[in-house]
């Protein structure tokens, strides 16, 4: 729950503030510790215990379970309710014990025993004196337990395992408590009917003064620090408790009680808003609110559920107070770690060695926490409702934290954590609009504190983003350079500028290394990489946006893998545990990338890829082959469909939009492309759809071209030119260039204008001679495979097979071992492959190697 | 013309000697005022101790002012730097021109170094004085010198850092002095060594880092001054394609200097001929062949960062094929190469290429070719283009295809269809091989380990 260093701090004051403590409070403390470890050995026993007595007797069984669930609820109850309710229940346990005693079920009286035990430390913990009705029982356990003891001896075989085991532990703990409860248990012995006197006397002022009980604790507590007398417990009023002489003891008291498991938490919260007010110098002031932001998030444990959102407010408001009071008072500094001090005296700058007050404590953790935080309300909250939307609202004010912890790490400097912070802005505004961040920052710089690096001073939010960035990189350490990097591309990619990004993303490497970062940081990878691929598709690079989109695509758990939904697997089911963790992951609504749009554009660049080529092959060999797996799954299906309806969905629209293309009605397949209603969310929609439909009119003219040609001799230039809209110029261009590259076999004739094809018909046997020819090739790259498989392919082996093969490839691999910074797409479609693993690696691995 | 200079853009990465034969060229180009060249040439001159040329300098920009003392200051403390320098150094080389001793040294420089300290009380601190006397000379404008006692030092001295220093010192010098055979073998010792250290570097994450920012300097370095040899000496162009196309150098054109392109195309345009000229001599290895294919690659790939009328002329030639674009691209280009510092006695060369790869492309994807059409395409007047065709097709292959019928005035172009044939042969002709090599593994596998191979059959 807490980090590392919140845990410290009260941990090292224990010992130290532990003389000025009552004796009587010191053996609770140890009673506590101890009978917490017992309780451990205790639970998982029990719980066996249960199911064999289930097993034997049921009627036994039922009462048992009865009891359990009636003392589970008296529990709970103890927590609100008076002392002598307290007392009741622990006569009510008290008799179930004796009836245990009656049937010699030592299991039963052992669980009763401890809760009984558990109870009683309860209410020394609230500093009331041990109940009598306790020791009376310790006392006439241990007769009874020394008599079954002894007819145990005498008689064997009659008890079963567990309920010997049982006895035992029970012979155990209840000489450890007698022990402990030594002079009580004599003096009881000794005196009976004095000791229940002193007890009430002990007990009654108590009860006469009706005020909360957690208010009397700490008036308890710190009378007792004082004087070690119980009689003047009460005493003391309000005033006394809530001056600034007395906070630090209040501090530790409450510092005390945090993470047990009865402490209410609500009521913490509210004497250290008290004791805020009381707080006089800075030093107190800086000591109280660090232990109010802690116990505010130490509210809510469930990790399931989040942070009630006026808690929220509130821890946000102090951190920002705590941040203000450091960074305008030099003298004081929060540290994770700093030498030891006494936690009960006041500080001053004028005492310490060199003029500086050093205080435990992380204002790190609290913005991490408070971000986290926020995060995860977003996540739970319904991101159509207008909850979200209020909440969302809330950021701005984060955001000002945020820089406002930037301009006190940078006034101390502390590059490290400075890192940290600016990551966290960083990670607000990176995958924002321009007028998003424009507002942020606007807030920011109206503000009281502005951090050195702002938006006015860096001119642009690219800029911003980029100083922001730099800065990592020179500082940050690994991870954090390299979520610096991601953000980074991801905001160039956001502003379409798509060269810059791409080369980011292969410059630095990080494909390579990405599938053993953590699971946060390769989703920000994959969105990153997605991104990308958006803005390739509305740059107009339709080939580079379908190879980059092609991987994620090809996982088919494209939500999964953006953190943007639980992937629904078919055959297993995740663990509850899996299924947590996931949801923790889940980026927050206004985070999400449209996976519809995505879709889109990856659907419309490989029909634009997929098409041409798909016309451009005739034998079913190499039909197979496909660019785009997931394109022409769904194509093939398209096509086997025997009534096709008008299109709904934007997949359908692709589909139909496909078919038209394959026949060569480039305007169907336009207008078709341009109907598909998500383009509505895509920056420059409308030059995006220009730009379509000029691809589709080259492209169309390509597949008619390869679809059409067995049909023509010749073909008119100008023909083509009118019936596709394009200029004659680009007509001539698009079958220049087939020409060149050997796809079309034909010429142009200058002078008629015309394309003309030599189209050469193979006789049969010419036929069978090439595709003999083929599979006598295929044959020989298997048995290379087979081969190099066998081998387990040795280096010695691939080398030569790469000499033999050609310079061309040799050349290749090299450039790829080479660990030069070679980008581009020809080596990236190489890559291609091997990073469609990696994606599944990525994410899915993670999951397989959980299950 | 100016917006396509690339002076400026390469002086930061040359030494500052080589800034001069530059910028005298662009004196001579005018496209600058010529009061601001002259100022960058006086500002140049001040930081060396090439004091009469700063003087010089100094009187044209300001005929009318004082010579500033600072100059003849400058000139004494020179003089005197030098005459220390030629002392120290002089210790040295009296030993090392003895006979005797050019006699006794050998490959291993440590033994080298006993040996002359042994013999003749010479330390490196004393060897030393050989640089620094070589670059003192280098300084003032003494190359030649300079290259001397800075080759003497290198054949001596184990200082690794200062033997760098003292290769590139060498190389500037050789390339100013203009012994374009020295100077490249300057630069491939220069390159290997650089490469070595590259390759030889450490793949740990922490030192990587700025050792291959290191060594993408050195490189960027190194492109920039093989210029000047590449494109002077004989047969640099086709050195050029080699080196620059090497995976390593094209990622630093890429990364660091992408307006080395210029030269990476003009020198592919170039080096066709180079190849035509020797058929079947010596082998040109396949990144020269399929030099402008691979650049035409990267042309594109950079257009982003990059690019002048050279590259946007392979553009439009070979990516869009639009003949008129390229045709008013080498035009601008033509202009561009002229007036480079590099370039400039290559224009004819250039074009001439230039006009062949067009007309080449033009031919292989028409049938019918209307002479005058041509001629407008390569930017000819009738008869010359005439003329050219008739030598392109003498030329070429193509020889056989093509006619002219002079009555309509045109190409025709008869391309038969590869025989089916000849495709099967294609396909089956590495098989042999490969199957050999596939039996050998096995057989080599088998000696190793039997039992696999057992399982393989």
Redesign the interface.
């Known amino acids: 729950m807490s980090s590392g260093d919140e845990d410290a701090a009260p941990k090292p004051a224990a010992p130290a503030a532990k003389p000025a403590m009552s004796r009587f409070l010191r053996t609770a403390a140890s009673d506590s510790s101890s009978s917490s470890s017992s309780d451990e050995d205790e639970d998982g026993d029990s719980d066996e215990d249960e199911e064999q007595e289930d097993k034997e007797v049921k009627k036994k069984s039922r009462f048992l379970r009865d009891s359990d669930e009636d003392s589970d609820e008296d529990v709970k109850r103890v927590v609100k309710s008076a002392r002598d309710k307290r007392l009741d229940e622990m006569e009510a346990t008290g008799k179930t014990m004796d009836n245990a005693l009656k049937i010699n079920d030592w299991v039963a009286i052992s669980n009763e025993f401890d809760k009984l035990t558990r109870m009683v430390q309860r209410q020394q913990n609230m500093a009331e004196p041990v109940p009598p009705f306790y020791v009376r029982t310790l006392v006439s356990l241990e007769t009874s337990l020394n008599a079954a003891l002894a007819k145990e001896k005498e008689a064997k075989k009659k008890m079963n395992a567990s309920n010997a085991r049982a006895l035992t532990a029970m012979k155990q703990k209840v000489k450890k408590t007698a022990k402990e409860y030594e002079k009580d248990v004599k003096r009881l012995q000794d005196d009976p009917e004095g000791f229940e006197r002193d007890y009430a006397a002990l007990a009654a002022p108590e009860v006469a003064v009706p005020k909360p009980k957690k208010l009397k604790k700490i008036a308890d507590s710190a009378d007792e620090a004082e004087d070690d007398d119980f009689t003047t417990v009460g005493k003391g009023g309000k005033a006394t408790v809530y001056t600034s002489e007395g906070i630090f003891k209040n501090l530790q008291v409450i510092q005390e009680a945090r993470g047990k498991k009865n402490t209410d938490r609500a009521d913490q919260i509210r004497v250290l808003e008290k004791l805020l007010e009381v707080a006089v110098t800075p030093y107190q002031r800086i000591r109280v609110l660090l232990a109010l932001v802690s116990s505010r998030f130490d509210y809510n444990v469930s990790v399931a559920s989040y942070m009630p959102i006026e808690l929220w407010a509130a821890a946000q408001k102090e951190i920002d107070h705590l941040v203000t009071t450091l960074t305008a008072d030099s003298t004081h500094i929060v540290q994770e770690v700093t030498p030891d001090y006494d936690e009960l005296l006041e500080r001053t700058p004028a005492d310490e060695p060199d003029g500086i007050v050093r205080i435990r404590g992380s204002v790190i953790s609290f913005v991490d926490r408070l971000d986290d935080e926020f995060t995860r309300s977003l996540q739970h909250l319904d991101p159509h409702g207008t909850e979200y939307v209020d909440r969302l609202k809330d950021e701005k004010g984060l955001y000002i934290t945020i820089c406002r912890a930037e301009a006190l790490y940078e006034k101390k400097q502390q590059s490290e954590l400075l890192a940290r912070v600016i990551m966290r802005r960083l990670e607000h505004i990176y995958s924002k609009p321009d007028a998003v961040l424009n507002a942020l920052e606007a807030a920011v710089s109206v503000s009281d504190v502005s951090p050195q690096l702002s938006l006015t001073a860096q001119g642009s939010p690219s800029n911003l983003i980029n100083t922001l960035c730099v800065h990592l990189y020179k500082f940050g350490n690994t991870v954090l350079r390299t979520r610096a990097m991601l953000s980074h591309i991801y905001h160039h990619a956001l502003h379409n500028d798509f ?1 810059t990004a791409r ?1 980011m993303l292969l ?1 630095s490497h990080l494909q390579e290394t990405i599938h053993s970062a953590d699971v946060a940081t390769q989703i920000l990878y994959n969105r990153s990489v997605v991104q990308l691929g958006l803005c390739a598709f509305r740059s107009g690079l339709i080939k580079e946006s379908q190879a980059t989109l092609q991987d994620i695509f090809t996982t088919q758990r494209v939500k999964e893998l953006l953190a943007q939904g639980v992937h629904q697997q078919r055959f297993q089911t995740l663990t509850p545990e899996q299924e947590k963790a996931e949801k923790l992951r889940q980026l927050p609504f206004h985070m999400h990338i449209n996976t519809e749009l995505l879709e889109a554009a990856f659907l419309v660049s490989s029909m634009l890829v997929e098409i041409p080529v798909l016309a451009s092959i005739d034998s079913e060999d190499q039909k197979r082959k496909a660019i785009s797996k997931p394109f022409r799954r769904l194509l093939d299906f398209a096509d086997r469909q025997v009534f096709t309806g008008p299109p709904e969905s934007t997949r359908d629209h692709i589909m139909q939009a496909s078919k038209a293309l394959q026949n060569g009605q480039w305007e169907q397949c336009r207008d078709l492309i341009q109907d598909i209603k998500i383009w509505g969310l895509m920056p420059e929609a409308a030059a995006v759809k220009d730009m379509l439909a000029k691809r589709i009119q080259e492209e169309g003219l390509r597949t008619y071209l390869f679809t059409f040609a067995p049909h023509y001799k010749t073909l008119s230039l100008s023909l083509l030119s009118r019936t596709f809209s394009l200029p004659q ?1 680009s007509v ?2 698009i079958v ?2 087939m ?2 590259t050997e796809e079309l ?1 034909a ?6 204008g015309v394309v ?1 094809f ?1 189209r ?1 018909d ?1 006789t049969r046997a ?1 036929q069978l ?2 595709t003999l ?2 599979k ?2 295929s044959m ?1 790259e298997q ?2 495979k ?2 190099e498989f ?2 387990g392919g040795s280096s ?2 691939g080398d ?2 790469d000499g ?5 490839r040799g ?1 290749q691999t ?2 790829r071992r ?9 080596s990236r479609g190489a890559r291609g492959g091997g990073r469609g693993a990696r994606f599944s690696q990525g994410l899915g691995g993670q999951v397989t190697s959980r299950k | 013309m100016a917006e396509y200079d690339l002076t400026k853009t390469i002086i930061p990465y040359l030494d500052r000697h080589f800034a001069f034969p530059l910028l005298a060229h662009v004196v001579d180009l005018s496209i600058f005022p010529a009061e601001d060249v002259a100022a960058a040439q006086y500002e140049l001159a001040k930081g060396t101790n090439m004091v009469d040329y700063a003087v010089n300098l100094y009187e044209q920009l300001n005929p009318d002012t004082e010579i500033p003392e600072e100059f003849a200051d400058k000139r004494e403390k020179a003089v005197s730097t030098n005459e220390r320098l030629q002392q120290e150094a002089q210790a040295v080389l009296d030993v090392i021109e003895n006979p005797d001793v050019v006699q006794a040294l050998r490959q291993d420089k440590n033994q080298n170094l006993t040996y002359l300290k042994d013999n003749y009380g010479l330390t490196l601190e004393q060897i030393t004085a050989l640089y620094n006397f070589g670059q003192f000379q280098y300084t003032y404008g003494n190359y030649s010198g300079a290259a001397d006692y800075l080759y003497h030092f290198r054949v001596l001295s184990t200082d690794t850092d200062l033997n760098t220093s003292a290769h590139w010192g060498k190389l500037a010098s050789d390339i100013l002095t203009g012994k374009w055979d020295v100077a490249l073998e300057e630069l491939n010792t220069l390159r290997e060594s650089i490469d070595a250290r590259a390759a030889s570097a450490p793949l740990l994450p922490t030192s990587s880092h700025i050792e291959s920012l290191s060594s993408l300097h050195s490189r960027t370095w190194l492109i920039h001054w093989s210029l000047f040899v590449y494109f002077n000496h004989p047969s640099g162009r086709t050195l050029l394609l080699e080196t620059f196309l090497a995976p390593a150098y094209l990622n630093t054109i890429q990364s660091a200097s992408p307006w080395i392109l210029r030269y990476l195309a003009v020198a592919a345009i170039l080096s066709r001929k180079a190849q035509q000229a020797t058929p079947g001599g010596a082998p040109t290895s396949s990144r020269v062949r399929h030099a402008i294919r691979e650049i035409v690659k990267i042309v594109q790939l950079e257009e982003y960062q990059y690019s002048d009328p050279v590259t946007r002329f392979l553009k439009e030639l070979y990516v869009e094929f639009d003949f008129e674009a390229a045709q008013r691209e080498l035009q601008i280009a033509e202009r561009v190469v002229a007036d480079d510092f590099f370039l400039g006695e290559f224009r004819e060369e250039f074009l001439d290429n230039a006009r062949y790869l067009i007309s080449e492309a033009y031919c292989r994807i028409h049938q019918r070719i209307d002479i005058a059409d041509l001629s407008d395409r390569l930017n000819l007047s009738r008869d010359e283009g005439e003329k050219w065709i008739v030598n392109l097709i003498r030329d070429t292959r193509m020889g056989a295809d093509a006619k002219i019928d002079l009555e309509k005035n045109v190409i025709e172009i008869n391309r038969p269809a590869l025989p089916v044939y000849q495709s099967v042969i294609e396909k089956t002709r590495g098989l042999s091989i490969r199957t050999q090599a596939l039996g050998a593994a096995m057989v080599r596998a088998g000696t190793q380990q039997p039992a696999t191979v057992e399982g393989a059959r």
């Open positions: 060269h080369d410059m110029r001539n261009s220049s260039r020409i060149w076999a010429s142009l004739d200058q002078s008629v003309v030599h050469i193979l010419q001679a090439q020819a083929e006598v090739g020989v048995n290379e087979a081969l066998r081998l010695g082996w030569r097979a033999a093969k050609g310079d061309k050349d090299q450039e080479g660990r030069g910074e070679r980008r581009g797409g020809a």
